[in-house]
């Protein structure tokens, strides 16, 4: 089992950053792969960014946010981080954080981030 718990969601204004984060607990070193979903008002979760957990951490970007948004691994293997800059309207949605371990998936409470002026 793994639990999962983010933070760092806000209001902000439109080319503002925000630093979303995550921390896991429970059976940790079984994760393969930690990353962010997202899921905007009336639409379906979609896939943000990922990174596994091998040496140098692979990672995978939406192409909506590409150029815009960094994914990378704490020091400690249990937290991940988003870092979102350049943000648009487009990219309010509750933000979840996500991770893999043994085939089961797993996904925090999610945190709220508003993009408006």
């Known amino acids: 089992q793994v639990q999962l718990v983010e933070s760092g969601g806000g209001l902000v204004q439109p080319g503002g950053s925000l630093r979303l984060s995550c921390v896991g607990s429970?059976?940790?070193?079984?994760?393969?792969?930690m990353g962010w979903y997202r899921q905007a008002p009336g639409k379906q979760r979609e896939l943000v960014a990922t990174?596994?957990?091998?040496?140098?951490?692979?990672?995978y970007y939406r192409d909506s946010v590409k150029g815009r948004f960094t994914i990378f691994r704490g020091n400690a293997k249990n937290t991940v981080y988003l870092q979102m800059n350049s943000l648009q309207p487009a990219d309010t949605a509750v933000y979840y954080c996500?991770?893999?371990?043994?085939?089961?998936?797993?996904w925090g409470q999610g945190t709220r981030v508003t993009v408006s002026s």
């Open positions: 429970g059976s940790i070193s079984s994760i393969s792969v």
């Open positions: 990174v596994t957990s091998t040496s140098g951490g692979s990672t």
């Open positions: 996500y991770a893999a371990a043994l085939g089961v998936d797993y």
